[in-house]
């Protein structure tokens, strides 16, 4: 029955857009990282990735990206992907997946468009440097 499934409640685990720079583009670029804040190991990591909104009064919309991580130990951070200049303007949403003690999380994360700036940013706990948090 559907009162029988519990959904456990994501905690600890977030996103942050953390800026920096690039050889390959010889600018600072935008990058996500996974942040486990958790006394928990996450296994079986899966992270989709899209982007969507309204641009010039037209609907645009970006191909699904996924990453896979077999394992993120606790306490630490894994960069997921770049985030293209062009696509800071839409809305980002990230669906992140993971088991703790063969118990499935799940959670959607979005950084709304026009959200990732130098405007926005804090300290992100453990990486220790300025970025966009989501939660």
């Keep these: 029955m559907k009162s029988d499934i519990q959904i456990p409640e994501v905690e600890n685990v977030f996103l ?61 951070v894994v960069k997921i992907e770049m985030v293209e200049q062009n696509v800071l303007r839409l809305n980002n949403e990230f669906m992140v997946t993971y088991f703790i003690d063969n118990i499935l999380y799940d959670k959607k994360f979005i950084f709304k468009a026009q959200s990732i700036t130098p405007d926005y940013v804090e300290e992100v706990p453990i990486l220790f440097i300025d970025g966009v948090i989501v939660r």
């Design 16 to 76: 942050a857009a953390v800026q920096e720079w690039s050889d390959d583009f010889m600018e600072k670029v935008w990058y996500v990282y996974l942040i486990n804040d958790s006394d928990f190991d996450l296994d079986s990591v899966m992270v989709v990735s899209k982007a969507f909104g309204t641009l010039d009064g037209e609907m645009k919309k970006t191909s699904l990206l996924r990453h896979a991580f077999i394992h993120v130990p606790a306490v630490s």
